[in-house]
C-alpha cells in the first residue's frame, strides 16, 4: 500500500434556493458520502480537495486566487466574497477541519464542465466525486452535462510509469429524481 | 462515522485472450485501485464483493450456486467449472485474503448489465465499481454498455431512513483507449 494520501476532488456548488448562499443538497451529499463511505476514520490517508466553479455571469467576479485548508484562512473573508462562494468553501473546509482529514479549497470561474476537467489535469487528484439531484435546470446544467462530460473528458497520467494513462476514476451520486 | 464496513461491488470478467482463464486487465485494475486508494491499510473497515457474470454460450452453463469467501472455498472446485469463472473468483478472493480485506464472490449468468443491476439491487452495496478498457468487441458489450446501463439505472433504497433514495454510486475506471 503506497503511503501518499488518496487525493479526492469533490466539485461542490451552491443551493439554487436564493438567499444566504449554501451548499446544494448534492454536493452536501457527495461530500458526506465520501468522508462516510470512503474516508471512514482512516483520516490520515485522505486529502479532500474541494473546487468550486463559480458561473460567470454580469457580475465581473474576479477569480479568488487562494486556497483554503483551514477555519482560520477565511477570517479575513471581505464581505464582497461572502456571497461568490467562499462561504461555500468555509462550509467544507470547517467540516473536513472538525474530523480531522486534510483538506484544500478553491475557486475557479468559468464553464463547470471545462474547469472541472483543466483543474483534474493540473490537479491530478485520484479519484473526482460528482453529485447531482438530476433536478432543475441550474442542476442539469450544472451536473448533469458535467457529470457526463467529466467521465468522458477528465483524465490523468497514471501514477505507475509502467502503466497505461488511465481516464480519472469519476465517482457519480446521483440522487433518483422526482421527475424525468 | 458508521461502524458497518463499507461494501464495495466489484464486476469482475475474464480476458478475452484465449487459454486459461484470468482476470481481465480492467478488472483486475479495477480491484486493485479499490484496494490501494481507498482501502488502503483500512482493511477492517471494508469489504469486497465480487460478482462475475458469465455470458450464457452454448455450452449450457449451470449457475454456480454458491458464495466465496476465502481460498479454501476453492478446494473442492470441480474441473468442469474451472473454465467458468471460478477460477477468475480464486484469483480476487486469494488477494482479498492476502491483504486481510474480508470478501464475498459468486457468479450469476445473464446479460452483465441486467444481471449487475439486479444484484445491485439485491445487495445493496454502497458503491459499484467498474473497470472498462474501452477496446475490443467484448469490451464494448461487456463494459461500455454495462457501465452506461448501470450509471443510469443501478440504486439502492437510501440506508439513511431520512433520506432521498439513492442512486448507487458508480465509479468507472476507465483506461485510455489507445484507438477510438
Redesign the interface.
Given at each position: 500500500?503506497?503511503r501518499e494520501p488518496?487525493r479526492v476532488m469533490v466539485a461542490v456548488n451552491e443551493s439554487t434556493i436564493k438567499g444566504k448562499p449554501h451548499p446544494s443538497i448534492s454536493s452536501k451529499?457527495a461530500f458526506e458520502?465520501t468522508?462516510?463511505?470512503?474516508v471512514?476514520?482512516?483520516t490520515s490517508?485522505f486529502k479532500i480537495l474541494l473546487l468550486h466553479v463559480h458561473v460567470v455571469d454580469e457580475d465581473g467576479f474576479d477569480e479568488v486566487d487562494s486556497i483554503y485548508a483551514s477555519p482560520d484562512d477565511f477570517k479575513d473573508m471581505r464581505e464582497s466574497n461572502k456571497s461568490k462562494g467562499l462561504h461555500l468553501l468555509e462550509f467544507f473546509v470547517n467540516k473536513c477541519h472538525e474530523i480531522g482529514v486534510s483538506c484544500e479549497a478553491w475557486i475557479k470561474k468559468g464553464d463547470p464542465k471545462d474547469v472541472i476537467c483543466q483543474e483534474v489535469s493540473r490537479v491530478r487528484p485520484?479519484?473526482l466525486v460528482l453529485g447531482s439531484r438530476g433536478l432543475g435546470r441550474f442542476q442539469k446544467v450544472f451536473v448533469g452535462t458535467v457529470s457526463g462530460f467529466c467521465?468522458k473528458h477528465a483524465?490523468c497520467p497514471s501514477s505507475r510509469s509502467n502503466?497505461?494513462?488511465?481516464?480519472l476514476?469519476?465517482?457519480?451520486?446521483?440522487?433518483?429524481p422526482t421527475t424525468l
Open positions: 500500500m503506497e488518496t451529499r458520502w468522508l462516510e463511505k470512503m471512514r476514520s482512516n490517508d485520484d479519484l467521465v483524465e502503466a497505461m494513462p488511465m481516464k476514476p469519476v465517482i457519480l451520486l446521483m440522487t433518483k
